[in-house]
């Protein structure tokens, strides 16, 4: 924000500030009103309990049954891969799509653009977790329900930002490469290309950093990595191993973070 | 001009062209040394190989499931609102209604917070504090929470809104820190030297600054919400994820592609608007 | 050599840049489009190659008419036509050595140029091009890592590259500092006077068209209003072309320059 801005913000127009009251009254309304319509069926006994609960939980977490860890190694390493050739897959569908939506690369703005458009919001609509309840559910539980999960869910991320990529690309450069009598795929591959590259590796590590954590859970709905072994624990009520996958997951998650900095880093 | 007459002869007889070299090898992009390169590639080809190599494939239960799938698409395309109509309503008000107030109660608790997260405004002690809520919040998964909440609270959409509170607290305090470290300093300098309190500080410095972006992250968040709202119900935290988990277990895979071309449908609304009103704001 | 009949253009918003251009370039004469920002010079060059479409009027280049050809045909007309841009619109990301070869781009199949795999002759004509203008020990920096200067060198390799039968140069100094604008101009004269090249040069530094060219045209809200040499371009047709303004000193810093 500038400085011209600042005096505006304060010292605003009598009518400016009757309607930013009303806002703010609307605001307030619409928020009991929710919280009213929420908490209608919330048995207030077992909230106030919370406490006691909590502490009880905290009590049958502690301490972590460290040696589970020998157990976690498989899915853990499942679940990188999970994340990993979900994000390869994701990216595989992502780049024709990007290409399709973005306005200056579409073949027809008219009917394929919408088309594209729509794929890309449906994906980014759908959490992978609801992605990996329907594929378990078509193709049966294991990994492979968790890979198409993320790579479906990927699709939209991808294609959404490396969309607004190309679409930003400098003109100036594309018309020079189209005025040596480049055909279309050569102006794609020499005008294009190298003007989003950057951007693309970029998107493709920050998706891939947020696959890791999505593809964690992915095995609470039985699409394999450690989720499932998760879900075995919380199903017999075992806390302490709980706990020790609540570590794994995070240990995982720090770490696969730092690598996608450090490459972003190197990249940009 | 480095140039003189006799470089241009090299270009007119053709002679002397040949004492150019004949090709030209593309610079690498990204790694330099060649032996690097060589050594990545082949583990990440081993890695595929051995990744690939885990994935147990049940190839009977895909043909079988494949039948199901082109359900689901006729289902999606051919969506049935009206059998299940009763529970896809009484979700929907859950989702909608845990989004709002949660997205309401996770922006006024994450001022608080990205305020103490940033290091130049806040005491060290604080920023500490304000630090480790920040990530612990970001480094859980929705769902993590949201199983811990049930676990206290009860099944319902009340364990549903604290965990999107508390998520909300994770990335806008994030972000509203950064910013606030962003700010420009010779403002706060100006503010300071009047001799201004610290709350006089905040209100006259800090939040001119931030508070356009402020409201773009909650509208952005506001929809981020109403996704995630849909999932935690797999885990017991109410909302429109219940209805949709019980419809894909019973295979009703029409009121299950209702259900998402509604989520779809809020979520395309929430963007649009999102951003007439960021443009409005700015 | 390049002959432009009632060459019009009207943008979709109804603005008209050209108003029925006429003009006829014989082989290796430079001529310098000069008028004030505006004036439809810069839609006047993207109209030859066709980068921006003409509404009406046609284009040839030594008897071929490039207005009315197919995307294909137009492909094939393009490469005979080297074009220079104001910011050198290099791409910024890919070597120097390679901007230099995408001048081949309409020479050579997708999948050669792909892989980089250009045939010896057009390696060699590159590198021999980079050595003319000086740049040779730069070859495998990447682009944006050249001055202003340089890039221009670039960009002039590019399109000598393609082995032009025409050069459209587009504000090829309005990006660069003084010295550097009149060693670019020196260069560009030299290269076609080298190989007996027309050229089309859009540029706004009247001193500097003066200076450099054999023959200038006058644009003024689309039509050409002067067409003749350097000495006839006198005060009263400056007044035409960029309306009252004191040329005087215009004309001292000619002098002196």
Known sequence: ?268 | MVNSADDSGLLAGSKSGAAYPATFKRPPMFIQRAWLRWVLWTLALVWFVLAISTIEVNWTRVAEGLDRGWRFVKGFLTPDFISRWKDIYAGLVESLTMTFTSTVTGVLLSVPVGIGAARNVAPRFIYYVCRSIVAVSRSLQEIIIAILFVAMFGFGPFAGYLTLSFATIGFLAKLLAEDIEDIDESQTEAIRATGASWLQLINYAVQPQVMPRLIGLSLYRLDINFRESAVIGIVGAGGIGATLNTAIDRYEFDSAGAILLIIILIVMLAEYSSGFVRKWVQ | MLKVSHLSKTYAAGDKALDDVSFDIPAGQVVGLIGPSGAGKSTLIRCINRLVEPSSGSVSLGGTVITGMSSGELRAVRRRIGMIFQEYALVERLSVMENVLSGRLGYVSFWRSFLRRYPAADVRKAYALLDRVGLLEHARKRADALSGGQRQRVGIARALAQDPELLLIDEPTASLDPKTSRQIMRLLIEICSERHLPAIINIHDVVLARQFTERLIGLQAGRIVFDGSPAELTEAVLTRIYGEEDWTTLDNEAEAA
């Open chain 1, 1 to 268: 924000m500038n400085n011209e801005a600042t005096p505006l913000w304060q010292h605003r127009s009598n009518r400016m500030r009757l309607l930013l009251w009303v806002g703010w009254l609307i605001l307030v309304a619409l928020f009991l009103f929710c919280w009213q319509v929420m908490t209608r069926d919330t048995i207030w006994a077992f909230v106030s309990d919370a406490p006691r609960q909590a502490a009880d939980l905290g009590g049958r977490m502690f301490p972590p049954r460290w040696s589970y860890i020998e157990k976690l190694w498989i899915p853990l390493w499942d679940t990188l891969n999970i994340a990993t050739l979900g994000t390869l897959l994701g990216i595989l569908f992502a780049i024709p799509v990007a290409f399709l939506a973005a306005s200056n690369t579409t073949p027809s703005r008219l009917f394929v653009r919408p088309v594209a458009l729509f794929i890309i919001v449906a994906s980014r609509s759908i959490n992978s977790l609801i992605w990996a309840l329907l594929l378990v559910s078509i193709i049966g539980p294991g990994l492979l329900a968790g890979i198409v999960a993320i790579g479906l869910r990927s699709i939209g991320f991808v294609a959404k930002l490396l969309y607004e990529a190309i679409e930003e690309t400098d003109v100036m450069q594309i018309e020079a490469v189209t005025a040596t009598g480049a055909s279309r795929a050569q102006i794609l591959n020499y005008a294009i290309v190298p003007q989003i590259l950057p951007a693309f590796y970029g998107i493709s590590v920050f998706r891939w950093d947020i696959n890791i954590r999505e593809s964690t859970i992915l095995g609470l709905v039985g699409a394999g990595g450690i989720g499932v072994q998760l879900q075995a624990s919380l199903n017999t009520l075992a806390w302490p191993q709980v706990t020790m996958i609540f570590v794994v997951i995070l240990g995982t998650v720090v770490v696969s973070e730092w690598v996608s900095a450090r490459v972003r880093h190197a990249i940009i």
